[in-house]
């Protein structure tokens, strides 16, 4: 962590963002989202985070880079449940 400024409106940011995209931003679609949906979207909140704490100061994250954190994400090893 190189520095956490921002990382809050980034993760918000990118919440959004996924919401947007599912077009489930209005309140009366949001009753229909199911556990996969919010999974998602959390993740790629957490990743437009990640990626924001990993430079000085607030410098919020593109999608194509937070595609790739998710993909390295995925190529870890998983830790058993």
Not at 5 to 32: F, N, Q, S
Not at 56 to 77: F, H, I, W, Y
Request: aromatic share 4%; net charge negative; charged share 25%.
């Amino acid at each position: 962590i190189k520095d956490t400024v921002g990382a809050g409106d980034c993760y918000l940011g990118g919440l959004l963002t996924e919401m947007l995209a599912d077009d489930m931003v209005l309140p009366h679609k949001c009753r229909h989202v199911s556990v996969e949906q919010l999974t998602r979207w959390g993740r790629f909140a957490a990743a437009a985070a990640t990626v924001n704490c990993m430079r000085s100061g607030c410098v919020p994250a593109t999608r194509p880079e937070v595609m790739r954190m998710l993909d390295d994400a995925n190529k870890q090893p998983q830790m058993p449940d």
